[in-house]
């Protein structure tokens, strides 16, 4: 490391321990900004994992002749596979799961077992369920399963009865998901903002030894340095605080969320993403902090 | 080392506070300039340092048109200008060591010449004794000898004090003007710009007179006449 850039470090980490009440408020600030960041990025996967179980939770079933070949069905599915290649799920349910699932579900009802017995034979269809992410693809596949050369398998595509709730669904999930984006964005500026400010006043505070380190002589180099520092040190802090507030965070509500949001598990959420939520919260500490320095001594430099 | 050639200011809002401006200062004078208060006398100051560009006219420092330097010339000069001002323009948050160290390192000079350098220097002024307080700890006759200390630490060739006897007390001034004359004697060329009637008459140098942007009188041993 050369004497220079010795200095400069020097420099900046005397400046940030003598301007101790400057830097705890830009840390404070920072670390604010940074959880709300984090927020919005937990609040995103919280919402995204809400709106999959909703629309998992919509299907079309393509229900075959009572004598269909599973081979037959098998072949019908594989070539679903192939044609539509955005199906998230697709299950094959033959009478006989369909049978068991139903006991399963309706054994405790009188009603239903007696209306069974009278039936006396299987009444059960085997069907294809199959899942997408979307409205058009639920209308590609059910064009695709009413072809001609399926007609003698298929008995029915139960495609235009959900047609309705299926479009109202994606209709309500997508905006969600476009408000939740533009609140995002908002929040997201409105906290660049905030710390490009923080910076700002930290940075207006040395206006004054700005302006003496011009007028002798210093150089860009020299002045510009010990600010971009400093306002890394404020990110570094700042992340490494607002990294052990997040885990707290995520340890107190952990056992909450879940029960508020069932199969949601806030700490899988958090280890799944840990290095994102760890570059998200450095690049917004750290990368804002030391970008806004950089930007703001600029203005100062002209003397 | 100083030439100021038909130098005219005027500012945005129409104020001519220079008028066609000629004078030129040999290496190792010590030059006077005097005026009121809003004469000119900062702004001329200030053209030296690079700080104000004239509207017209050409300033010249060693043959140098300061005019037409860029950002990183201007620096390279000004580096070889000892500055002393009024406001003391310290940096508040550095020791009286470390106000002096800065110029040193501005210079890129090494760890082991600042560490045997700056404590000479703060002797020399009678800080010697102050090297760990900050700015704010001195008094303003102790805050004004620290930027002398600054101003000489790099052995200019010029020396340039923009009033620096304006927020001392009589005691403080003649010790100001006493530093700033034994620098004289060894050699550097001082700019002193100042209204200090007293400390002018004493002096027995050259004195430029300025009144309403213009000079009126320039005399090798000058009085304050205005």
Do not use: H, P
């Given at each position: 490391m050369t004497t220079n850039t010795k200095r400069v470090i020097y420099f900046a980490f005397t400046d940030f321990y003598r301007?101790?009440?400057?830097?705890?408020?830009?840390?404070?600030?920072?670390?604010?900004?940074?959880?709300l960041i984090t927020g919005i990025f937990f609040v995103h996967g919280m919402s995204n994992y809400l709106i999959d179980q909703i629309q998992n939770k919509i299907d079309i079933a393509a229900y075959f002749k009572a004598d269909t070949q599973e081979e037959d069905i098998l072949n019908v599915k594989n070539e679903l596979l192939q044609e539509a290649e955005d199906i998230k799920k697709i299950q094959y349910i033959s009478r006989e799961d369909a049978l068991e699932n139903f006991i399963a579900k309706h054994g405790d009802s009188d009603v239903f077992s007696r209306a069974l017995s009278e039936v006396g034979d299987n009444p059960f269809l085997p069907s294809l369920n199959i899942t997408t992410?979307?409205?058009?693809?639920?209308?590609?596949?059910?064009?695709?399963?009413?072809?001609?050369?399926?007609?003698?398998?298929?008995?029915?595509?139960?495609?235009?009865?959900?047609?309705?709730?299926?479009?109202?669904?994606?209709?309500?999930?997508?905006?969600?998901?476009?408000?939740?984006?533009?609140?995002?964005?908002?929040?997201?500026?409105?906290?660049?903002?905030?710390?490009?400010?923080?910076?700002?006043?930290?940075i207006d505070s040395s206006k004054d030894e700005i302006n003496t380190m011009r007028i002798v002589g210093a150089s860009n180099w020299l002045v510009r340095v010990p600010f971009i520092i400093e306002g890394g040190i404020f990110g570094g802090i700042s992340f490494f605080l607002s990294f052990l507030v997040t885990i707290l965070l995520v340890y107190l509500l952990h056992s909450g969320l879940a029960i508020m949001i069932p199969g949601f598990s806030l700490f899988g959420y958090f280890m799944n993403n840990l290095w994102l939520v760890i570059l998200i919260q450095i690049g917004f500490g750290v990368g804002l902090g030391v970008i806004s320095s950089y930007i703001v001594v600029r203005k100062y430099l002209k003397v | 080392m100083i030439s100021f050639q038909n130098v005219t200011k005027v500012y945005p809002n129409g104020t001519t506070v220079l008028h066609d401006v000629s004078f030129e200062i040999k290496d190792g004078e010590f030059v006077s300039i005097v005026g009121k208060s809003g004469a000119g006398k900062t702004t001329l100051i200030s053209m030296i340092l690079g700080l104000e560009k004239p509207t017209s006219g050409h300033v010249l420092f060693k043959d140098q048109n300061i005019t037409h330097m860029d950002s990183h010339e201007i620096q390279g000069m000004r580096r070889k200008i000892g500055a002393v001002y009024q406001d003391y323009k310290l940096l508040s948050t550095k020791t009286v060591y470390e106000n002096v160290a800065y110029i040193m390192t501005v210079e890129e000079k090494e760890n082991e010449e600042i560490m045997r350098e700056v404590p000479k220097v703060l002797t020399l002024i009678g800080l010697g004794e102050k090297i760990n307080n900050f700015p704010h700890e001195l008094s303003g006759g102790e805050q004004q000898r620290l930027a002398i200390a600054r101003a000489i630490v790099n052995h200019p060739e010029l020396i340039i004090a923009d009033e620096p006897t304006g927020n001392l007390d009589p005691y403080n001034s003649y010790e100001v003007l006493a530093l700033l004359e034994k620098l004289h004697t060894v050699g550097k060329t001082v700019i002193l710009s100042t209204h200090d009637r007293e400390i002018i008459n004493k002096l027995g140098k050259r004195v430029i007179t300025i009144d309403n942007g213009k000079i009126i009188r320039d005399e090798a041993k000058g009085r304050f006449l205005i």
């Open positions: 301007n101790k009440g400057i830097s705890i408020a830009a840390i404070f600030v920072l670390i604010v900004t940074t959880l992410g979307t409205t058009a693809q639920y209308e590609e596949i059910s064009q695709i399963l009413n072809q001609e050369k399926f007609n003698n398998l298929i008995e029915k595509v139960d495609f235009s009865e959900k047609k309705g709730t299926i479009e109202k669904v994606f209709s309500v999930t997508s905006s969600i998901n476009r408000f939740g984006l533009g609140v995002a964005i908002i929040l997201i500026l409105f906290a660049m903002l905030v710390v490009f400010n923080t910076m700002k006043l930290v | -």
